[in-house]
């Protein structure tokens, strides 16, 4: 069953007048950001800066990369108020909080664009993780790369922007099943975790998409969402890398064009569409 | 007085192996991202993720950029062990926590990279900052511009970091005093407010730099250093504008080549160094 839910979503960008390098004027659009705080059963869980296109789907996202609430179906009613700047959400039980205050003390302030915040008790939950190995068809990465590339319509109108895609990859064509921009990566990343709960979908047979950075907490995200593969335009760190060797994530970054670097789980990869070195230029 | 500190700077990248697209192994060097629990006196504040080039600048400009601690000179030692990821700051009284429990309740995760969080502190003293308006000609914005583009060292060689930069361009050649990277751009700009504090440098006559999205969180920071200029190669958020309008500060943002966009302070910019626009391609 479904929890109870508002529709809030924000339009993403406003128009500004600018004065460009010429000393004119220039009508631009520029993102949203804007703070929306999260409470369950009415205790306060945290501040998240938002565009605030999937409010609703973003505070179930972030319940559920964090460990903080285990079934949807334990939870009654999703209301966002941007009048209040809040987004509540009520469990059945109602008393989903008491356990949690343990939980909400240590905090760990990632390197992730927003909501750079790890409970501990997600770290403790993490290694339970169990990912399958999934094939990845180098011609699956060039044609969903070419279709994200059609997508990421906010950061061209307004820049400032992350964007993430989920996407399946078996059998036929790759087709990109969602894709959201907000101001913070990790707010699209956990948008995207509360659309796949409200749709039951499973991660197994999916990759993740970001235009964002491979540190540790887009790792552990990936992962709590059960998605084996990693797609990323930008660069990894070093832990992220050691994550993904633990949990088994197949990571494939600096993803553009007919480039790629694969740093983990290269052994997933069919290279059935490898580019004539001679005609590639020399990777970024 | 200075405190008495450790220098224990780490290498930023390590080398790897991955595989490319055409399925060749390549040594590649990526980002290191080490967890740093910062400690005072004893009590536990926050962990943040880090490059840890500048861990013990980093430690001082976390605390003076949230406003936990108003003075240098109340901090005996700055010791960073890596062993145990601490970084452990004492102050001479000893007791400097004990009216924090109450700051550290409150956080705001916000959408800044890394260290995405303020306590409410901050903002309740942030309006007590006056910024001067300062005259920026565009050839300096040129020439900084063509200086920052040398230094982002680790960006080149690993990706997934952002570069900061403190510059100084009142009379005479514009100057970068301070060029600091790191896996999160807050960290960065955190690191170059603890060396001002150390080298007492005032940022009235200051731009700062970052290659990061301008967003509430690096405007906030920018006038706590008391910083009038921000400078960025990236876009800029609706509650970033807001907040510059609201502080005074210059925001030049979408800065290329030779475009610009100045979304605040207009006023205060010296169009000495306008291109041709019949010479300039569309601006990105």
């Known amino acids: ?14 128009p500004v007048v600018a004065i460009d390098e010429t000393g004119r004027p220039r009508e631009v659009r520029i993102a ?7 409470k369950v059963d009415g205790h306060e869980v945290v501040t998240l800066m938002t565009l605030g296109t999937h409010p609703e789907a973003l505070a179930l996202g972030y319940l559920r990369n964090q460990r903080l609430i285990d079934e949807l179906a334990s939870i009654a009613t999703v209301e966002v108020d941007w009048e209040r700047e809040t987004v509540q959400v009520s469990t059945f039980s109602g008393t989903g909080i008491a356990d949690w205050q343990e939980k909400l003390r240590h905090r760990t302030v ?22 399958p190995q999934v094939e990845v068809r180098q011609s699956a990465v060039y044609a969903l790369l070419a279709a994200i590339a059609r997508h990421n319509e906010i950061y061209r109108q307004a820049g ?24 913070g990566r990790h707010n699209a990343a956990d948008a995207i975790a509360g659309l796949m709960w409200l ?3 499973p991660g197994d047979d999916k990759v993740f998409y970001t235009t964002g950075r491979l540190t540790s907490e887009i790792v552990m995200k990936t992962a709590t969402m059960g998605i084996p593969v990693l797609l990323s335009r930008s660069g990894i760190t070093h832990m992220g890398l050691e994550l993904a060797r ?17 740093y983990n789980g290269a052994e997933n990869l069919v290279f059935d569409a490898t580019p004539d070195p001679r005609r590639l230029q020399a990777a970024p």
Do not use: N
């Open 199 to 201: 749709e039951d979908e």
């Open 1 to 14: 069953m479904q929890p109870r839910m508002t529709r809030a979503g924000l339009a993403p960008t406003h």
């Open 160 to 183: 400032a922007v992350h964007g993430c895609a989920l996407c399946r990859v078996a059998g036929g064509e790759p087709e990109i099943l969602h894709f959201v921009e907000d101001v």
């Open 246 to 262: 633990d949990l088994g994530v197949t990571l494939i970054a600096r993803a553009k064009g007919r480039h790629f670097l694969v």
């Open 110 to 131: 990632t390197t992730g664009c927003a909501q750079g915040t790890v409970f501990s008790c997600t770290l403790d939950k993490l290694y339970d993780v169990r990912l």
């Open 32 to 38: 949203g950001e804007s703070p929306l705080t999260l």
